[in-house]
Every structure is written in C-alpha cells, then in structure tokens.
C-alpha cells in the first residue's frame, strides 16, 4: 500500500514525498500523510532559537517501512541552505542517485527545486537513520528508520511488549553554521556543542531544561525493544539506564549474538537495539549519554539524560541516575566490541569473504597545512594516506556515468606513501598532506580487505569511519601498528560484526572485509564532521558488472544539476 508522507524544510519550506507500504498489509493501495517541516524556534538550555525542523518536530518524524517496500522520496527545496538527504545504512543496490552525499552521488538541490528518491528496501531489516549530508546541517535534520521484517517474519529474540526509539544528538546554542564558519576563519575546530540531546532534549541536569526532558513510561515485567541511534556530529557515547541491563540484539540493521550489558558504547551513524526488562522496583531511572574519550581531545562532557518511569509513579519522584564508564574508559570500549557477534544462522548467514582479492592499508592521519586566507595562516587538516580529501564541483556518479574527464582520477594509493612508527610518532610531526579528488577503483564483484590505521599525527583519537553502499564485516582490530604477518592470524572469519559504521579504536587499527558487488560511487568517510570537513574523506569506483543487472542504473530526469 502506497503512503505519502510530506517533509517541508527551512525557512520557507522543503516538501519530501515519502511512498512505502502499510506495516499491516501486504496488499498495494495508497494512504497519504503530509508532514510539515519548517524552521521552528526551539528553546533550549536557556536559549531559543530558530532551527530546521520536520513537522516542528527535532529530531524528525521517524520513517517506517518493510523489508522489500519501495519509497519514493520527492524533495522540493524551499529552505536558504541547498539541501541532500542521506539514507544511512541503506543498500540502493545500483541505485547510487539515490543515496544522497552531496557532490557525490548527486549535486545539492538548490533553493526552489525538487528531486525524487527512489529506494527499495533489500534484505534489510532492523534500524537505520536519515539526514541531512552537507554542511553541518544534520545538526537538526534527521530521523529514524525502522524497517520492519518481512509479513510473517518475526524477530530472532523474544517479541518484545512496546520499543520506543532513543535519539542521541548535540546541541549548539548558535547556528551551527556559523560556529563552523568562524571555526575555518581561524583555521582551529569550531566550538564544541552546549549539550548532548536524548530525542533533542538535553535532560534536567542542564539549566532552563526542567520541560525539556523525553520520558519513557513503561509496565512492571514487560520487555521493550530500543532503537538507539547516535546522530550526535563529532563524539562516540556511552549510553545506560539505571538499575537496568541492555541485552543488544542487533546492530546497524544486523541481528546480533545477545549479549547482556550494563552499558553500550556507540559511535556516531551507528544504531544499536537493546532489549529492557522492566523488572526492577517501580520508579523513575535515567537514562543517561555521555562522551567517551580516550585521546588528548577536547569534549563536551556534559551528561544528557531522560527518564524510564514505570507506570503509575508520581513525576515528584527522584529519578536515579546510571553508573556510567568514565570518559576515557578504554578497557570498557575494547570489551564491549569484542563482545559484538553476528548471529551468523542458516537464516541470518555471516557471509564472510575468506579469500581476498584487493588488499588496501590506509592511515589516518591530522595534520596542520598553510591557509593564507586563515587568521593563523594555517588551518588544522585531516588525511587518508596522506591525502586530504577535494570536493569537486559536480557528482562524481555523474561524472563516472557519463565518463566526464578531469573531475577525479583514480590513482588512491593502496598503502600510505609514507612508511613510520604510525602510532609512535611525536606528537608534533607533521607530513603535510596532499590534496586531490583522487578515488580508489574497485573491480565488480571483487573482494576488499581494508586496514584503516590510525597514527599520532599531532594526536590519536578515534574514528568512527562510514561506508555507504555497503555493510561489511569487522574482521579484526587491535592497539599499535597492524603487524601484516602475525595479526591476521587472529581474525574472526566465523562470526564477525557487520556494521556500516566501525570504530577505528585510538592509536590502533581495525580491518574489514567485503564483496564489491553494487556497481557505482561510494562514499567512505569519517563520521565525526568535524574530521569529514577537514577532508578525512574518499570514495571507491566500483566498476559494472558483465551485463546491465549489474551496472548502474540510468540517472533520474530530474538529478539536481550543477
């Protein structure tokens, strides 16, 4: 059953068409909603303030689907920013126009102008998010997905009673475009947000924010499922509800190995589902989301929280507050990946390529380049091999499609031109980067091993890299250089996690494996944004396949022009 679900954005308004199927119908027929998304003025922490919001609503209006539906997204920009929308997590098998990272699949679209998104829903089923994929916009623009298994499919672990979603975000008291703009002036970070957010409030333990706090009411021994999501823009988080364990059943859309935690860790563009009981005394618990960071870094480490009340306890109760890992709890973030299984049945096979046939190594690295237009006459960098990431000026699917020259090359080097102590070198070195829109090319059906090193170019740090188009496995990761002869040797190949997003832990590595098999252009970035606009960016040519079922798509007539 087709439904119609309207987004308006921005200052004026930016109308999205959503088209999908009824969840408690397997027949086609048409319902229509209309959502309004608008530039509303939120009051927060003391500060109000005009903001991007869908339906008035931050974050945004969850999207609902099942596995196999097809949406229709039709966007139509009347906001003052150019506008994309990214679909995290979702395959688009051939179907990169789709995906929406701008001047990367597509070019933005403009004030005054639409664009559709065509997606279907393939072997996929679980949670996922949209948002906004230019400037640092997704600071407001985004939401939920939740694609429910296929009519007649249960879940691999008990039903629960009710799920709830839980949103974890940043807030910044300024525009956020403007805090950047004055960042890249000065060639330093921006500031730091004012406070995380739990569904886009920041909890009673702020100033001003006593009405600002998400509550979620639940029923003494019944079962809920939370859909968590981290769409802060720049920190990982621990995340925990009082006298309360999580049992994780499933990450990025991936059904899991239950396991049984009193926290989780999450990083940004990453979903996690938790099972809770609601087993305890009846009263009112926080749940808690605070920074983990373990490197020399400045963060906001303010608590955010909201409130699990169990039904027919007064508000005059005093909720109790979590015992959450401390901010630089590294032995608590390398066990809790550890524990992460894919639960790898006939039903929900781990599909691990064993043999390999393209090995890549690529370092992380940050680093200080001359900026003469910069107050400081240098502005902080970030690089993959070395070389800083350029945005070129029109889609590089575009480009690849139509086989436009001089807007990318295909040179990315396989390994760092560079070869040093990577984790052991002086705080102080510095390589200097190049720049380039230079894109690794991948043969069609083809399977990667991707190294992802961090180094200690001016500081470690953590980096939660994304790849779109694809899931992938995480085969192995540790701390210190990768040591190519002895550390494959421990590699899960049985039942790894398969995420989009992984976590690249401070001053380590981690590897993963995939199929090439979706033809088109692909981003592959970090998903702090701070990192991502500073050019920790790149993406890989996936080449077609033998014949049209496995080459792109044809592009849509109305694909944003540049």
Not at 271 to 279: I, K, R, S
Not at 438 to 460: G, H, M, P, W, Y
Request: net charge neutral; proline share 8%.
């Amino acid at each position: 059953m087709a439904r119609t679900i309207t987004f308006c954005w921005g200052s004026a308004l930016l109308f999205i068409y959503f088209v999908g199927f009824f969840l408690n119908s397997g027949e086609a027929a048409i319902k229509t909603y209309q959502f309004d998304v608008k530039v509303t003025n939120v009051s927060r922490l003391c500060h109000s303030k005009p903001i991007v919001t869908v339906n008035g609503m931050f974050p945004g209006p969850t999207v609902y689907a099942r596995e196999g539906d097809t949406l229709v997204v039709n966007v139509t920009n009347h906001a003052k920013y150019n506008m994309s929308i990214h679909w995290h997590g979702l395959k688009q098998y051939r179907n990169g126009w789709a995906d929406g990272p701008v001047y990367i699949t597509q070019c933005p679209i403009m004030t005054g102008h639409s664009y559709t998104y065509n997606i279907t829903i393939t072997a996929q089923r679980g949670t996922l998010w949209w948002h906004a994929h230019i400037f640092w916009l997704r600071a407001t623009v985004y939401g939920a997905i939740v694609i429910m298994p296929k009519e007649g499919a249960g879940f691999p672990f008990p039903q629960p009673y009710r799920e709830a979603n839980i949103v974890l975000g940043e807030w910044w008291n300024n525009d956020v475009e403007d805090v950047v703009k004055q960042g890249n002036k000065l060639g330093l970070p921006p500031n730091m947000s004012d406070a995380h957010t739990i569904n886009g409030k920041p909890g009673p333990l702020f100033p001003c924010s006593e009405k600002h706090t998400y509550a979620l009411e639940v029923e003494q021994g019944k079962t809920y499922l939370l859909r968590i999501i981290n769409a802060a823009l720049n920190d990982e988080l621990f995340f925990a509800i009082a006298g309360h364990n999580l049992t994780v059943v499933e990450i990025d859309a991936v059904y899991t190995k239950p396991f049984t935690t009193q926290a989780i860790l999450i990083a940004p563009g990453q979903t996690t589902n938790v099972l809770v009981q609601a087993t305890q005394a009846p009263g009112r618990y926080f749940m808690a989301a605070r920074p983990f960071m373990d490197a020399p870094v400045s963060v906001d480490n303010k608590t955010a929280t909201a409130i699990l009340q169990y039904k027919g306890i007064p508000n005059s109760v005093q909720p109790v507050l979590p015992q959450l890992p401390a901010l630089n709890n590294t032995a608590f973030a390398l066990n809790y990946d550890d524990k992460l299984r894919s639960l790898n049945t006939a039903q929900f096979p781990a599909n691990v390529p064993l043999k390999v046939d393209r090995h890549l190594f690529y370092t992380i690295g940050l680093g200080i380049n001359p900026c003469p237009t910069c107050l400081n006459g240098t502005q902080l960098t970030a690089s993959l091999n070395n070389i800083t990431f350029v945005m070129p000026k029109i889609g590089l699917l575009q480009a690849h499609f139509f086989n436009t020259k001089g807007v990318f090359t295909t040179d990315f080097p396989d390994r760092p031109p560079t070869s040093f102590n990577f984790t052991g070198a002086p705080l102080t070195a510095n390589l200097g980067t190049k720049q380039g829109t230079r894109l690794s090319k991948i043969a069609f059906n083809s399977t990667v091993e991707l190294v992802l090193q961090d180094t200690n170019l001016l500081t470690v740090e953590s980096h939660p890299f994304h790849l779109h188009g694809y899931n992938f496995f995480i085969v192995g990761s540790g701390i210190g250089n990768f040591d190519p002869k002895k550390d494959p040797a421990t590699f899960n190949l049985v039942d790894p996690p398969e995420r989009n997003t992984v976590g690249v832990p401070t001053g380590g590595w981690t590897a993963i494996r995939f199929r090439a098999d979706n033809p088109g252009v692909w981003f592959m970035h970090c998903h702090l944004e701070l990192h991502t606009s500073w050019g920790l960016k790149t993406a890989f040519v996936v080449e077609n396949g033998k014949d049209t079922d496995h080459s792109v798509m044809p592009p849509p007539k109305d694909l944003p022009p540049c």
